[in-house]
């Protein structure tokens, strides 16, 4: 998928924000970011330029990249196999032997403006292949727009300068992800890091609806949206620290998460393309969200994050079409609580996040299950029997199994009706 696609709805998307009130304006004057993309620092130094691109393998020590204009001498792929020269590119992130295994010769971060209505910055990640060493895109033989796919057992990391952006949120199409804002010389560093993943990318937005749209392809591909705080068309929560992530690998209706502060609730939708290329083999999809220590006592009043696996409510709810099996983890560590979702159908799930209202802030957990996957949206409006989950949350009793999941040397066991491995992870 084409950038332009990703970022076609974000000046309508921020302009609903505010008709609908979901985050009132604020008193800020409005941020001014320059055109055009983000050039490297050690070329080109400004308040808005990326400082640093690295690698890290699944199990491995992290690469670090270097900046090669094109037309400079660079790194070469591993291989040339079902690979050809796209849209030229103006250069390209690499290191000797970091793409040894791969088809594309290294990576082409695009972070630059959404778009004239919008100041949040989008975030995409392209594979390079320089035959010649004029950098393009690594792009399929049979679609020069389309780009290969990116090794989704490597993790990319991001540093970059963003002047006075403060970060409200980041959303998009990535997994594990860690969100990190610091200041240098009194300016903001964002840094982003995390793994690619199989996205179904639709033809146009009618295979977004419905139980018989069709995805064109399945491209494997790393992109976010950075949303301000400081910006009456940002994304503010009083008192979050913006280290806030929420993805998926749906791209349809792509959207910045909602706070309802009435309700303590936080909803994140994505959508696809309910079947595959081959118009029989139904998506599935996963919602990962990253939420800081800082962010969770500002959105819930957590101050015991050991206790986020009960304490918050995990639904999703799906449309007509879709199903309501899913396998829900939530976990608190390294300064973060985790919120993994996985094995829905698409075409229109949505993630919901809320404080379990049986639950005593003191520290008694509550005795209803906080992994609830809540009925479709025309089943919540006409309650009935689900064999999934109930309404108010507690599980219904059906038959589960349990897998194990791998991830280069982190293994998961996975217990559900239909259990699904985790984004990343594979069954074995």
Do not use: H
């Given at each position: 998928?084409?950038?332009?696609?990703?970022?076609?709805?974000?000046?309508?998307?921020?302009?609903?924000?505010?008709?609908?009130?979901?985050?009132?304006?604020?008193?800020?004057?409005?941020?001014?970011?320059?055109?055009?993309?983000?050039?490297?620092?050690?070329?080109?130094?400004?308040?808005?330029?990326?400082?640093?691109?690295?690698?890290?393998?699944?199990?491995?020590?992290?690469?670090?990249?270097?900046?090669?204009?094109?037309?400079?001498?660079?790194?070469?792929?591993?291989?040339?196999?079902?690979?050809?020269?796209?849209?030229?590119?103006?250069?390209?992130?690499?290191?000797?032997?970091?793409?040894?295994?791969?088809?594309?010769?290294?990576?082409?971060?695009?972070?630059?403006?959404?778009?004239?209505?919008?100041?949040?910055?989008?975030?995409?990640?392209?594979?390079?292949?320089?035959?010649?060493?004029?950098?393009?895109?690594?792009?399929?033989?049979?679609?020069?727009?389309?780009?290969?796919?990116?090794?989704?057992?490597?993790?990319?990391?991001?540093?970059?300068?963003?002047?006075?952006?403060?970060?409200?949120?980041?959303?998009?199409?990535?997994?594990?992800?860690?969100?990190?804002?610091?200041?240098?010389?009194?300016?903001?560093?964002?840094?982003?890091?995390?793994?690619?993943?199989?996205?179904?990318?639709?033809?146009?937005?009618?295979?977004?609806?419905?139980?018989?749209?069709?995805?064109?392809?399945?491209?494997?591909?790393?992109?976010?949206?950075?949303?301000?705080?400081?910006?009456?068309?940002?994304?503010?929560?009083?008192?979050?620290?913006?280290?806030?992530?929420?993805?998926?690998?749906?791209?349809?209706?792509?959207?910045?998460?909602?706070?309802?502060?009435?309700?303590?609730?936080?909803?994140?939708?994505?959508?696809?393309?309910?079947?595959?290329?081959?118009?029989?083999?139904?998506?599935?999809?996963?919602?990962?969200?990253?939420?800081?220590?800082?962010?969770?006592?500002?959105?819930?009043?957590?101050?015991?994050?050991?206790?986020?696996?009960?304490?918050?409510?995990?639904?999703?709810?799906?449309?007509?079409?879709?199903?309501?099996?899913?396998?829900?983890?939530?976990?608190?560590?390294?300064?973060?609580?985790?919120?993994?979702?996985?094995?829905?159908?698409?075409?229109?799930?949505?993630?919901?996040?809320?404080l379990n209202p049986a639950y005593n802030d003191l520290g008694k957990p509550s005795a209803d299950s906080n992994m609830t996957v809540?009925?479709?949206?025309?089943?919540?409006?006409?309650?009935?029997?689900?064999?999934?989950?109930?309404?108010?949350?507690?599980?219904?009793?059906?038959?589960?199994?349990?897998?194990?999941?791998?991830?280069?040397?982190?293994?998961?066991?996975?217990?559900?009706?239909?259990?699904?491995?985790?984004?990343?992870?594979?069954?074995?």
């Amino acid at each position: 998928m084409k950038l332009e696609r990703f970022t076609r709805g974000l000046a309508v998307i921020a302009l609903g924000l505010v008709a609908t009130g979901i985050n009132a304006p604020m008193a800020n004057a409005s941020l001014s970011i320059p055109k055009g993309a983000f050039q490297a620092c050690s070329v080109t130094p400004g308040d808005y330029c990326i400082e640093s691109v690295s690698l890290t393998p699944v199990g491995g020590k992290a690469i670090a990249l270097s900046w090669v204009a094109t037309g400079g001498a660079g790194a070469t792929a591993g291989n040339t196999n079902n690979v050809a020269a796209g849209k030229e590119l103006p250069g390209r992130w690499s290191a000797p032997d970091a793409f040894a295994t791969e088809n594309y010769d290294g990576l082409y971060l695009e972070a630059q403006n959404a778009n004239e209505f919008v100041p949040w910055i989008v975030i995409d990640a392209k594979p390079t292949y320089s035959p010649g060493n004029r950098v393009s895109l690594a792009a399929l033989p049979t679609s020069a727009t389309t780009s290969v796919n990116l090794n989704s057992e490597v993790a990319i990391t991001l540093k970059m300068r963003i002047s006075d952006f403060q970060v409200g949120v980041t959303f998009g199409v990535v997994t594990d992800a860690t969100v990190n804002v610091t200041t240098a010389d009194g300016k903001n560093v964002f840094e982003f890091s995390g793994y690619p993943v199989k996205v179904p990318t639709a033809k146009s937005s009618k295979d977004c609806t419905g139980d018989k749209g069709v995805a064109s392809t399945v491209v494997t591909q790393f992109q976010s949206v950075i949303v301000p705080s400081n910006d009456p068309m940002g994304f503010t929560i009083p008192g979050s620290a913006g280290k806030i992530y929420v993805g998926s690998n749906g791209i349809c209706k792509l959207s910045t998460p909602v706070w309802n502060a009435d309700k303590k609730a936080f909803s994140y939708k994505a959508s696809a393309p309910r079947l595959a290329p081959d118009g029989t083999t139904v998506n599935t999809g996963f919602y990962y969200a990253s939420i800081s220590y800082a962010d969770a006592i500002a959105l819930w009043n957590l101050t015991r994050p050991e206790d986020a696996a009960t304490a918050l409510v995990v639904s999703v709810r799906t449309g007509a079409g879709g199903s309501t099996a899913a396998t829900a983890n939530v976990s608190a560590k390294n300064g973060k609580i985790v919120i993994q979702v996985s094995g829905f159908e698409f075409p229109d799930p949505m993630l919901d996040i809320s404080l379990n209202p049986a639950y005593n802030d003191l520290g008694k957990p509550s005795a209803d299950s906080n992994m609830t996957v809540a009925a479709s949206e025309q089943q919540m409006s006409t309650p009935k029997k689900s064999t999934a989950a109930t309404s108010k949350g507690s599980v219904a009793k059906v038959k589960t199994t349990t897998i194990s999941c791998v991830k280069g040397k982190t293994t998961k066991k996975v217990t559900a009706a239909k259990p699904v491995c985790p984004a990343g992870f594979k069954k074995v």
